[in-house]
């Protein structure tokens, strides 16, 4: 009780002392305000381009192994020259894949995608999007069960027995080809081709995956049952825009497998880095060309969360040279101070203050300003974390931000901290003194 | 009368630079409850250092000291400032005011220390301060008072905690004589009132105040002689107990 009071009485005595002395408070806690704030708003700054970063892997699905057609090198230099590239993912490679690989993988999914025109039937508008021919698991895959805005997602019925010529789209490609309507049973055309889709589902806005080498803008896509896009395209995947006369020959452009996810996470990690040895052997043995390969998001979020460990560090390293350049600040000012106030330490003394209180008052007056500096430095540090995003969104930019709990409460206690560290060896000087001594200071 | 300070043998040695000041001798010398001692000698004969030590705020090199029946000679530091913030009531020539206190707070001082400050120890403030005659100004700061008002609030301070003894080393030394009386008086009330005050000074008018006068030369006892003291002439503070 009686130390509360002690501790309540010297608090508010520091703060008032502060107080006499506004100006050279405010300097003296500089340090540790812009400490702070740059470590709040570093840290959110980072964690939310982190999280970015590791949304877009986990979006991927972590227990995915992604195998892609590439065009392999020397057709991409022959592209003058008029033939189809036939390269790619087949059929067999994917019935092969279901084969060895039953045992390790819930789902595999195959995917034909290629960039069209979509224009609904009855207006001349206009949308560059991607068709991307999939099948009832690709919900599963790519978590979709709470992303439909409208209608349905594809369904077993819409590929057997005959394929259906049915769609879900977008958002974007929803609002940008019904503007202010119910795009649900209107009908989509692909340029170029006779057939015409039915809309029964659209999606939710979905955060675009910038992971791959291009980014996929998902809102603009138009999903339709694989088999239907088969009998739409044939083998031809799509005519070359750009290069004139050529055409290319893709089966599949990509294949999900979804590795058995039972089990703790390092056997589940073992699985999936099996699975991708496993696809990998098969497909060197069976393509002589390098025209596929395989991305495994869960090595993307591995190395992911090396980089934010390795930001982290960097920023702890920051964090504590910014709050000691802050400590040293104080520290200088709390010797100073002492040297000022000798008088007032002695006469304390000769008036019954034990050393621990003269320790105690100094050390306090310190921690009070670093923890005044602190609470400063955490506000300017969150107005940053919300300012710079907005004004960076002006500018059409976008910072991602997020702030931690924990960030605030570390840099608030590192500044708490700081103050009792560094004001500690002036809080004892001043206790040492000599009471007699003090008392003639002039 | 009860002996409420008694010093026996005393010596203090300021060791500097390889060389031995000594300070104080062997001062054997015993004070009783209610007594009015004027220390008084030359310049350097040792009479700050000795009130320093009946202060408590230093040890002697050798030799005993008692306080009621305890020995402080061999005290820690902590029982030394515990003791001072008990037993001892300060008053300084330069009145050692804290700058940033009002008169209240100043007063209010030493009872921070024994950890009790609450509404009513702030009324015993108030009324100590209205008892030196600054009821009007418990809020004033040191810098807004005068030197003998200054010394009045050095006075209050000095009672708060009801101590044993008050030691004043030379409390007029900065004043004028008329302040100086006043200050006097104030502290021969208190003595009148029952409080033991051991006083330096180097006036022969202010020591005119004390019943008994000790002379110090050389960090030793030259004469120690009981004297009629002044007395208050008419005092209208009489009447006040702390
Ligand atoms: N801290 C110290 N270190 C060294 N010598 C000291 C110290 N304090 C006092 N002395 C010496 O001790 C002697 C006695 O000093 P003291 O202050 O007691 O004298 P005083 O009688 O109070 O003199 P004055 O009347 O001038 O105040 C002096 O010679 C002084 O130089
Ligand atoms: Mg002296």
Known sequence: ?442 | MRVIARVENLTKHYFLEGEVVKALRGVTLSFEEGDFVALMGPSGSGKSTLLNLLGCLDRPTSGRYFLGNQDVSTMSDDQLSEIRCRYIGFIFQSYNLIQQYTVVENIEVPLLYQGRVDASTRRRCIRLAEMVGLGERLNHRPTQLSGGQQQRVAIARALVNDPHVILADEPTGNLDSKTSDEIMELLCTLNEAGKTIIMVTHENDIAAWAKRVVRMRDGKVESDVRTAPLGISGSSLASVTP
């Open chain 1, 1 to 442: 009780m009686i130390f509360l009071t002690k501790i309540r009485r010297t608090i508010s005595m520091a703060i008032r002392n502060l107080w006499l002395h506004k100006l050279r408070s405010f300097l003296s806690v500089l340090g540790i305000i812009i400490g702070t704030a740059a470590v709040i708003s570093l840290m959110a700054f980072g964690e939310g381009s982190m999280q970015d970063a590791l949304e877009d892997i986990k979006k991927q699905g972590l227990t995915n192994v992604i195998v892609t057609s590439v065009k392999p090198p020397e057709e991409a230099t022959s592209q003058r020259r008029s033939f189809v590239a036939n390269y790619g993912l087949t059929d067999d490679d994917h019935r092969r894949f279901v084969e060895t690989l039953k045992n390790l993988v819930t789902a595999t999914l195959p995917m034909r995608v290629f960039p069209a025109e979509l224009r609904p039937v009855t207006d001349s508008r206009l949308y560059n999007g991607r068709v991307v021919g999939t099948t009832p698991r690709h919900a599963i895959v790519y978590k979709l069960e709470n992303m439909i805005a409208a209608g349905r997602f594809l369904t077993e019925q819409d590929e057997e027995p005959i394929p259906r010529n049915v769609c879900v789209i977008g958002s974007e490609l929803a609002a940008e080809l019904f503007p202010g309507e119910d795009p649900i049973n209107k009908t989509i055309r692909i340029s170029g081709k006779d057939r015409a889709f039915v809309v029964v589902g659209v999606l939710k806005d979905r955060m675009p995956n910038t992971s791959g080498a291009e980014i996929e803008k998902y809102n603009g896509d138009m999903y339709i049952p694989l088999k239907a896009c088969r009998s739409l395209l044939g083998e031809i995947s799509f005519i070359r825009a750009t290069g004139a006369r050529g055409a290319e020959k893709v089966q599949l452009s990509q294949v999900v497998l979804t590795v058995d996810d039972s089990g703790d996470t390092d056997a589940v990690r073992d699985r999936v880095r099996g699975v991708a040895d496993i696809v990998r052997a098969q497909l060197s043995a069976t393509h002589p060309k390098k025209d596929w390969d395989i991305r495994i998001p869960l090595d993307r979020l591995e190395e992911a969360e090396r980089t934010r460990d390795r930001y982290r560090i960097l920023l702890a390293f920051i964090a504590g040279i910014s709050l000691l350049v802050g400590g040293i600040g104080i520290m200088n000012i709390m010797l100073a101070t002492v040297t000022e106030r000798t008088r007032e330490i002695g006469i304390r003394r000769a008036l019954g203050a034990k050393r621990s209180d003269i320790t105690l008052q100094f050390l306090l007056e310190a921690v009070v300003q670093t923890t005044l500096g602190g609470v400063i430095g955490v506000l300017v540090g969150l107005s940053m974390v919300f300012l710079v995003p907005y004004v960076a969104s002006q500018f059409n930019y976008r910072v991602p931000a997020a702030i931690h709990n924990w960030s605030i409460i570390l840099a608030f206690s590192v500044a708490v901290a700081v103050g009792v560290l560094f004001g500690w060896y002036p809080a004892r000087r001043a206790a040492c003194l000599d009471p007699i001594e003090a008392l003639r200071h002039e």
